[in-house]
């Protein structure tokens, strides 16, 4: 009696186990299929991993005529998102959490930078970041941060993002530069002294040298302030 017991039991979870395998089984499709590509296309050389969570879950859903319709609901996601399973025959529908984690290869801090320290290739390194733990814009080969200034101090094996980096002022307090004014196809050029430092594309204060007139002026370049009238 107890051998037959134990087969009823399995013969009444078997279609269960059957459809939450079958399921589960289109699930890993569509994330071979589609999401691997789709994410791919986004993130070039990337080392992507998908998960599917709480697949307990999926030996609940009454099985299904036809293959799931299965969607992202947050396709703008860098790690945990959901998708929607939907049943056409028999009708119902149903969510299950995914975790994604993609891996590329960022600039990182080789040697400790301090505050206002330029960042070059010799302070810097390449290498591999999961992207659900960084902040920002991350730097990489095809776009580094050379040339920048650490806008704070970065600790060893800290990877570059636009929120430690800032541009270094072209132009210092004191410091001669030429006031070129402009007003349509005429320019007039004068020597000045910038009052404030300034970074490429600010607005600071100069002072001409020769009538002691102070203007506001967009840094051009390490020696020049464009004023419009």
């Not at 049943?87 to 080789?110: D, L, M």
């Not at 591999?128 to 580094?144: D, F, K």
């Not at 204060?205 to 009238?229: A, F, P, T, W």
Request: aromatic share 6%; net charge positive; hydrophobic share 35%.
């Amino acid at each position: 009696m107890g051998h037959i017991k134990l087969i009823s039991i399995l013969l009444f979870f078997l279609p269960c186990w059957s459809s939450a395998s079958q399921i589960e089984t289109q699930i890993e499709q569509f994330i071979k299929q589609v999401e691997y590509k789709r994410l791919q296309s986004i993130y070039p050389n990337a080392r992507i991993e998908i998960g599917i969570q709480n697949k307990t879950a999926l030996s609940y859903l009454p099985e299904c005529d036809h293959d799931v319709i299965i969607d992202n609901q947050r396709p703008e996601a860098v790690s945990r998102t959901s998708y929607s399973l939907e049943c056409r025959n028999p009708t119902w529908k149903s969510y299950v959490p995914v975790t994604q984690e993609i891996f590329i290869k960022g600039i990182k801090a080789i040697a400790p930078i301090q505050r206002g320290g330029a960042i070059t290739p010799q302070n810097t390194g390449v290498g591999e970041v999961n992207l659900n733990t960084i902040r920002g814009h991350l730097y990489t080969s095809s776009n580094p941060p050379y040339g920048l200034m650490a806008s704070r101090n970065i600790r060893i094996n800290t990877f570059l993002t636009d929120q430690l980096t800032e541009l270094p002022d072209l132009v210092k307090k004191g410091s001669n530069v030429l006031i070129t004014a402009q007003s349509g196809a005429i320019s007039v050029k004068m020597n000045g002294t910038a009052l404030e430092d300034g970074v490429m594309g600010q607005q600071i204060r100069v002072q001409n040298v020769s009538s002691g007139r102070i203007v506001y002026g967009k840094v051009v370049s390490d020696s020049e302030v464009l004023v419009n009238y």
